[in-house]
């Protein structure tokens, strides 16, 4: 059931596994005992688990869907948008069946299709999506502290092929924002955030949703708001949402005529429903995440070797994962440490792994000059956190983490 971040972690492995390790993560032939010892001390801590509404919340408003007959582009996508539009402070959202195609789409409507720069270490999505509208990629480096794309590295790209930036929210964190906008304006670049990870974030003081040409978030499985699939592109360029609305129904503007080449990519009224619920916990679900991170940070901060994502204070991260990395100072590798806590009940990844531009896909295709990217990708891993995670779940992962790194 941890579906979104289940499938880049079945990519993730089969591209270079851990030693020994299989897809799940687990140590060949040991799993089943560690299972059994760890289901004596209360069962697997999972890396993720989606937060929805009680079933029962949802009854009202799916049987309305089912009388109004309408699937898809109905009064819940809708309610969702303006409920979107509030929370972000924006003027338009467009509500669609997943982050990938809201970015294809988005690309498309902003006629970008030559050259898109993307950060070398997020999510290969973010490519995916240039790739698919036949564009080259230009992988640029991130910074260690933020693991965010890096403003240096990226007014360093003299490219003049490129029209677009694909800037990356990491495990929440907005990237900065400012920085990279002015780069952008100066270089007369389209800036595009992929929000896919970043609902609840903040960039000096105001809710992101609102910078660049547009933002894209996602709404699968794992992340912190789910419509089980889906996603949302939110623009203060009205002409830029229209446009977006006739591409997400195939192009199709408002009569039958096809005004343009679009996708099928219109978010189902069930979707549209569970969205619209959740995301009316939206503050609730931000202050968990807040509390649990705080209480690892403080508990995981005196272990040699282990480091944390950082930012000041003007941005918000809306908390999607807790990622740590394992530097060189510890004791033993990640990839050491993932197995381990595997062995021992805990769900843990590397994540992302491998950087973007060495991914199966695309090795041999793309150069990539991305040191920053290739350290994080090798030092990082994300730990459970899930906004129903309990004290004893995370005091154990804590414990678990601890002995491991430690040796003890
Ligand atoms: C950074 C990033 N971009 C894009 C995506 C793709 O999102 P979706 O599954 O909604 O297409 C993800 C999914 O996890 C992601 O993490």
């Not at 619209?276 to 609730?284: D, I, Q, S, V």
Request: aromatic share 8%; hydrophobic share 40%.
């Amino acid at each position: 059931m941890i579906l979104g971040l289940a499938k880049s972690v079945v990519k993730l492995n089969s591209s270079k596994g851990v030693r020994g390790v299989n897809y799940s993560g687990r140590r060949k032939g040991r799993a089943k005992a560690a299972r059994g010892e760890f289901s004596r001390a209360g069962g697997r801590i999972p890396l993720l688990k989606p937060w929805l509404v009680k079933p029962e919340a949802l009854v009202g408003d799916l049987r309305k869907v089912w009388a109004s007959g309408r699937l898809s582009l109905g009064e819940y996508t809708g309610k969702l948008e303006d409920r979107a539009r509030e929370l972000f402070g924006v003027k338009e959202v467009v509500a669609i069946q997943s982050c990938t195609s809201g970015l294809i789409l988005t690309m498309k409507a902003l006629g970008i299709g030559k050259k898109v720069v993307v950060p070398d270490y997020t999510f290969p999505a973010t490519s995916h999506a240039a790739i698919w509208l036949g564009a080259e990629v230009v992988f640029c480096d991130v910074d260690l502290s933020d693991y965010t794309i890096s403003p240096e590295a990226l007014a360093g790209i003299n490219d003049p092929e490129v029209e677009a930036v694909l800037a990356v929210n990491i495990f929440g964190l907005p990237p900065k924002v400012d920085e990279i906008a002015g780069i952008c304006a100066e270089k007369g670049w389209k800036l595009i955030f992929d929000s896919a990870q970043g609902i609840g974030g903040e960039y000096r003081g105001r809710s992101i949703g609102g910078n660049g040409a547009a933002e894209v978030f996602s709404m699968s499985p794992s992340k912190l708001v789910t419509s089980a699939e889906g996603g949302m592109v939110t623009t203060n360029d009205t002409a830029l949402a229209s446009e977006l609305r006739e591409l997400r129904n195939y192009g199709k503007g408002r009569g039958e005529a096809m005004e343009g080449v679009g996708l099928s990519a219109r978010l189902s009224e069930l979707c549209a429903v569970l969205a619209w619920r959740n995301l009316g916990h939206l503050k609730e679900l931000l202050a968990k995440r807040e509390r649990l991170e705080k209480k690892y940070r403080k508990a995981l901060a005196g272990i040699k070797g282990v480091a944390f994502q950082e930012w000041g204070p003007e941005r918000k991260s809306g908390r999607n994962y807790f990622v740590v990395r394992i530097t060189e100072e510890a004791g033993k590798s990640r990839d050491q440490a993932v197995s381990e806590l595997w062995e021992q009940g805990i769900e843990c990844r590397r994540y992302f792994y491998p950087a973007v531009h060495e991914i199966p896909a695309y090795r041999g295709k793309y150069a990539a000059d991305c040191p920053n990217a290739v350290v994080l990708s090798s030092q990082a891993m994300a730990l459970p956190f899930y906004s129903t995670m309990t004290a004893k779940e995370q005091d154990l992962v804590i414990e678990r983490f601890e002995g491991v790194m430690t040796g003890r």
